[in-house]
């Protein structure tokens, strides 16, 4: 398994969780990673993303200033801090890798359902 997602759950509105994706891959071969989410009859989309060796970061318009992304290179994992959810937050998070030289996102962790309740 090359990224392993971990960290959702169920909480109420105003509440928060942490996600987790560890990755395998060397990162001397990371370019991005990032989180996205989907839900049903919806296409996925790009949550937040981090490159890895700037450290620059992207947020979607609706989570910014709730949600955080960051990144641990000495154990080679990313974070999504997400504080202040709300219901329109369900979603299953997928984490992501671009690697460099790739165009796309093209290793995607197994999905990790967020729930949050009003």
């Known amino acids: 398994v090359q990224l392993q997602a971990s960290g959702g759950g169920r909480v109420q509105a105003g509440g928060s969780l942490r996600l987790a994706c560890a990755t395998s891959r060397p990162t001397s071969s990371i370019l991005f990673m990032a989180w996205f989410r989907q839900t049903p009859g919806r296409e996925r989309e790009l949550v937040a993303s981090?490159?890895?060796?700037?450290?620059?970061?992207f947020y979607e318009d609706s989570v910014k200033g709730r949600f955080t992304i960051s990144k641990d290179n000495a154990k080679n994992t990313v974070y999504l801090e997400m504080n202040s959810l709300k219901p329109e937050d369900t979603a299953v998070y997928y984490c992501?890798?671009?690697?460099?030289?790739?165009?796309?996102?093209?290793?995607w962790g197994q999905g990790t359902l967020v729930t949050v309740s009003s």
């Open positions: 981090v490159a890895w060796y700037s450290g620059n970061r």
């Open positions: 992501a890798l671009r690697r460099t030289g790739r165009s796309s996102y093209e290793l």
